[in-house]
C-alpha cells in the first residue's frame, strides 16, 4: 500500500509539472504572436513611408501631374472622385506589380489648383491594403508661379 501511494504522488506531481509547463507554453505563445504581429506593423510602416516619400518627390517633380508619376513608378493612371490620380499597386514584398499580384495599393490624387500669382498645387497621398486597411495617409502640394 505503501508503493501504491508513492505512485499516486508521482503521477500527480507530474500532472502538475505538465500543467505549469503548458501554461507557460501558452504565454509564451502569445507573446511570440504579438512580437510577430508588431515587427510586421512596423515593417509595413517603413516601407510605405519610402514608397510614399517616392511619390510624393515625383509628385513635386512632375508638377503635379499624376500621369506622369504614374509613368514614372510603374502604376497606372485612373481617377479618385472625379480627380486624376496616379494607383501604384505593390505585392507582399513591396515590389511594383499589377493588379492581380497586388498586397498594397498607394493613391496619388491630384486634387486641384488654386490660381493666381502663387499658384497652390494640392493633392492627397494614401497607401492602403488592399483589404481597405489604411496604413499611411497625408496631403501632398507643389508651389510655385502661375504663368
Not at 504565454?27 to 510624393?56: G, H, K, P, Q
Request: net charge negative.
Amino acid at each position: 500500500m505503501n508503493t501504491r501511494s508513492r505512485s499516486t504522488l508521482f503521477l500527480i506531481e507530474q500532472l502538475i509539472v505538465i500543467a505549469v509547463f503548458a501554461i507557460c507554453a501558452a504565454a509564451c505563445a502569445r507573446i511570440l504572436t504579438s512580437a510577430y504581429f508588431s515587427s510586421r506593423d512596423s515593417r509595413d510602416m517603413s516601407n510605405a513611408i519610402l514608397v510614399a516619400e517616392s511619390s510624393a518627390e515625383s509628385f513635386k517633380a512632375t508638377g503635379g501631374d499624376t500621369r506622369k508619376v504614374a509613368e514614372l513608378l510603374g502604376g497606372v493612371n485612373g481617377t479618385v472622385n472625379g480627380n486624376a490620380a496616379a494607383i501604384i499597386y505593390y505585392d507582399r514584398q513591396w515590389t511594383v506589380c499589377g493588379f492581380d499580384d497586388a498586397y498594397y495599393r498607394l493613391v496619388l490624387v491630384n486634387e486641384g489648383l488654386d490660381s493666381g500669382f502663387v499658384y497652390l498645387l494640392s493633392g492627397s497621398l494614401k497607401v492602403e491594403m488592399l483589404t481597405g486597411e489604411e496604413i499611411l495617409a497625408f496631403p501632398v502640394a507643389v508651389r510655385g508661379r502661375a504663368g
